[in-house]
């Protein structure tokens, strides 16, 4: 009797000590509703997170087949989570679900080291004017071959000519000679990771996507260090002094150590560095299509004398707000209070917030579904409005770069990359639609979210330059 008494005693201490309260759990409707959750998860983020909110509040779980999803909502709760640490809810870990199978193991253990030399790298006068210069080069070598051409995809072409810019930035001229299997690379691994098995099977599951991302992983690693080995017949004298991140790396005494995972490091350099600058180029140019009145005020502004860019930075600023990212990744590695809740996430989960829908919240944003550059350019002093997120703000509304330990290192090369590009494009040629129909055949609100990072444009677009003499 008296051990049934201990033991009552010691599980009220047991749950008295760590009161839980669960996350509340989305329930979509009908038997079958977890596969179309998983569907909707996938294919049509957006509505599937309203009708969350709006069913469960800011804070819900998702279960997505075996991942545990939880979702956090509102300006407060993206500070407090972009503030969490590392070891209680890892950006290594998230990522990882997704890319741990074209890494080599241990890469996210030497992550801010990586990174720490990449933003040494990048905040160089010289990696600066080099970026520049390869987007100028890139830029108006894209455009000819688009004016050349009765039309060309948006987000393909563009994509083609970022990752052309990156290669030679990021990892040098030498390697240029390989840009193209590299990109084929990219898309492969893109499509592979972005799979649902990739997902929802554990990593040691041997399913088809997963065996291609292996090989991906191993092609990569062997053109990588093949370059390299012939780097001086590349590029001569010069080799030791090149200005790109690999020259960088190899004489950096935090990296020197750390070159097994070059590799690696350069591969998830292509995606982050791809994807989103990919979309900001491309939907810069679709909205300002869609938009003549602002194309025609651009383009004037960049041909004019002293080419004011004032009103394309506003235009690059909307467009980060209005194309963001549908979901951050983390992993729970142990069990946390939601900041200023008594709900509890669990060990294991994957924890999230909405940067898109931070930025459609018409709390946040006047009107937000509309595109509409005029609201970054303050008339007064006609200068650009600094975002409200600086130190002290109770929360976060305008997250296109993330915040905190893991804000994006890369912010001051895209802002080079995205503004050179635009500048040579809209400047030196015409653009635009394929046909007059074409804006009126694309439904503009299809977002492609299987990146990692800003969505493209589902089924892409059709557009033609004409070079200005
Ligand atoms: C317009 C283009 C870009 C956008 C919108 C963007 C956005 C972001 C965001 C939102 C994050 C934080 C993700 C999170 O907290 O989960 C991030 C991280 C990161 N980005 Fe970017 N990015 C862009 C371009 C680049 C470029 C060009 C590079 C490389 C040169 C880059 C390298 C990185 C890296 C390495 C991280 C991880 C940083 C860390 O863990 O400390 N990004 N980016």
Known sequence: MWILVVAIVALVAFYARTPKTKIPKYKGDGW?????????????PIELLNRATAQCGNVFSIQVLTVYNVFL????????????????????????????????????????????SLSRYINRASAQEYTARCTTIEAEKTADAIAAQKDVAL??????????????????????????ELLDILHDMES?????????????????????????????????????????????????????????????????????????????????AHTSTVASIA??????????????????????????????????KETGRYYAGIKTLRL??????????????????????A?????????NWASPQVWDPSRWIDTATNELVVPDNT????????????????????????????????????????????TPETPDSVDFTCLDFDKIGTPWLKGDVRVKLTKRE
Request: with cysteine; charged share 25%; net charge negative.
């Open 155 to 180: 987000f393909d072409t563009v994509s083609g000519m970022a990752h052309k810019i990156i290669v030679r930035t990021l990892m040098g001229e030498d390697f240029y000679a390989v840009a193209d």
């Open 192 to 272: 592979d990771i972005g799979s649902l098995y990739s997902f929802i099977l554990p990593s040691w599951v041997p399913h088809p996507p997963a065996r291609r991302l292996e090989a991906a992983r191993q092609r990569f690693k062997k053109i990588f260090f093949d370059m390299l080995e012939r780097r001086g017949e590349f590029l001569g004298e010069k080799a030791s002094d090149a200005p790109d991140y690999v020259a960088y790396t190899m004489t950096d005494k935090t990296t020197v150590p750390l070159k097994h995972y070059m590799p690696s490091h350069h591969t998830v350099l292509m995606f982050a």
């Open 73 to 116: 909502r509102g300006n407060e709760l993206n500070k407090a989570y972009l503030e969490v640490r590392e070891d209680v809810w890892s950006f290594g870990g998230g990522m990882g679900i997704f890319i741990n199978k074209i890494l080599d193991d241990g890469y996210f253990d030497n992550l801010r080291t990586l990174v720490g």
């Open 283 to 316: 939907w810069n140019l679709v909205s300002m299509l869609r938009n003549p009145e602002v194309l025609a005020r651009v383009q004037a502004d960049l041909r004019s004398d002293g080419g004011d860019d004032l009103l394309l930075q506003a235009c690059i």
């Open 391 to 434: 130190k002290g703000a109770s929360g976060l509304k305008y997250i296109p770069f993330g915040y905190g330990s893991h804000r994006c290192v890369g912010e001051k090369m895209a802002g080079i990359i995205v503004t050179g590009a635009l500048t040579t494009i809209l400047r030196d040629y015409d653009i635009a639609w394929a």
């Open 332 to 353: 729970a590695k142990q069990e946390i209070k939601v900041p200023g809740t008594d709900l509890t996430v669990p060990k294991g989960a994957v924890v999230s917030i």
């Open 32 to 44: 079958f509703s977890f596969l179309a959750d998983a569907e909707a998860y996938s294919m049509r």
């Open 355 to 363: 940067p898109y829908l931070t930025h459609h919240d018409p709390a």
